[in-house]
Nanobody
Framework: QVQLVESGGGSVQAGGSLRLSCVAS????????MGWFRQAPGKEREFVAV????????YYSASVKGRFTISRDNSKNTVYLEMNSLKPEDTALYYC????????????????WGQGTQVTVSS
């Protein structure tokens, strides 16, 4: 069982940037695709981005495409989410998860969730 720990969240003004990290322990990420999701208060956890096991495939939600970049370093067992041009509506708790089903954006297809890292964007 892999354990995931997210970090890098914080409070920024609109237009600012943050870089989130998700470090895996317990086992290597191997051939898992990795995804980022977010959950705002009172809302469902929603898909943000996913990356294939070797980084050759990436997919983003329409709301973040062009502003966010997902990447991974398998030698460090770490996945990143570079967030630029942040907007107040990006405010949420951000989670990373692992899946064997690259291409899925369904929360239920991902597991091994970490505790999340809070991102707050003020206008």
């Amino acid at each position: 069982q892999v354990q995931l720990v997210e970090s890098g969240g914080g409070s920024v003004q609109a237009g600012g940037s943050l870089r989130l990290s998700c470090v895996a322990s317990g086992r290597t990420l191997g051939t898992d695709a990795m995804g980022w999701f977010r959950q705002a208060p009172g809302k469902e956890r929603e898909f943000v981005a996913v990356i294939s096991w070797n980084g050759s495939g990436r997919y983003y939600s329409a709301s973040v495409k062009g502003r966010f970049t997902i990447s991974r370093d398998n030698s460090k067992n770490t996945v990143y989410l570079e967030m630029n041009s942040l907007k107040p509506e990006d405010t949420a708790l951000y989670y990373c998860g692992a899946t064997a089903m690259y291409g899925s954006t369904r929360r239920t297809d991902f597991g091994s969730w970490g505790q999340g890292t809070q991102v707050t964007v003020s206008s």
